[in-house]
T-cell receptor, first 110, second 111 residues
Framework: DTAVSQTPKYLVTQMGNDKSIKCEQN?????MYWYKQDSKKFLKIMFS???????INETVPNRFSPKSPDKAHLNLHINSLELGDSAVYFC?????????FGPGTRLLVL | QKEVEQNSGPLSVPEGAIASLNCTYS??????FFWYRQYSGKSPELIMF????GDKEDGRFTAQLNKASQYVSLLIRDSQPSDSATYLC???????????FGTGTRLKVLA
């Protein structure tokens, strides 16, 4: 059973397009996160939701909009994609302080 | 000063040796500290967490925390080639839900 899953695994798209990444966790955790990992492997938090409420909103362009329809799902929508958005995006969930990461979505903007 | 600092490596150790990975952090009020392992092309995987000063052992792994000096380290005993990966240190600053990650140390265990 996959604990934290993301779709799609790979995403190749043109600059200016809008795309979404979906995340689901079946661990019953209350808190979910989106991270961006750049080409230098630096993992940086973007957003976090606790029981569908936004609790962390880092300095991220407002082209990025998270949405949590329920506590098991956290989606990320990106408008007007730019070259610099190319990265691996990881979803994670946690209960207490232990985080579990999804497999990542590799986004390439051409 | 970066919030969480790690030497990027690579750190090369022979098989069977002890690998020592270090991490320093800037927020003195930080409460929780984590070590993740990330294989190339894979997601981070939690190895250990530590909250209290001192050592915490789990199998071949030992985490060491010194809050006064603001560093946390990970020792891997009897290193195996399968331990070759990037090790990420993460810190949970006090009063937040955030995790601040270091840039990771690449470990190579030579057979």
């Amino acid at each position: 059973d996959t604990a934290v899953s993301q779709t799609p695994k790979y995403l190749v798209t043109q600059m200016g397009n809008d795309k979404s990444i979906k995340c689901e966790q079946n661990l019953g955790h209350d808190t979910m996160y989106w991270y961006k990992q750049d080409s230098k492997k630096f993992l940086k938090i973007m957003f976090s939701y606790n029981n569908k409420e936004l609790i962390i909103n880092e300095t991220v362009p407002n082209r990025f909009s998270p949405k949590s329809p329920d506590k098991a799902h956290l989606n990320l929508h990106i408008n007007s994609l730019e070259l610099g958005d190319s990265a691996v995006y990881f979803c994670a969930s946690s209960q207490d302080w232990t985080q579990y990461f999804g497999p990542g979505t590799r986004l390439l903007v051409l | 000063q970066k919030e969480v600092e790690q030497n990027s490596g690579p750190l090369s150790v022979p098989e069977g040796a002890i690998a020592s990975l270090n991490c320093t952090y800037s927020d003195r009020g930080s409460q929780s500290f984590f070590w993740y392992r990330q294989y190339s092309g894979k997601s981070p995987e939690l190895i250990m967490f530590i909250y209290s000063n001192g050592d915490k052992e789990d199998g071949r792994f030992t985490a060491q925390l010194n809050k006064a000096s603001q560093y946390v380290s990970l020792l891997i005993r009897d290193s195996q080639p399968s331990d070759s990966a990037t090790y990420l240190c993460a810190v949970n600053p006090s009063g937040t839900y955030k995790y601040i990650f270091g840039t990771g140390t690449r470990l190579k265990v030579l057979a």
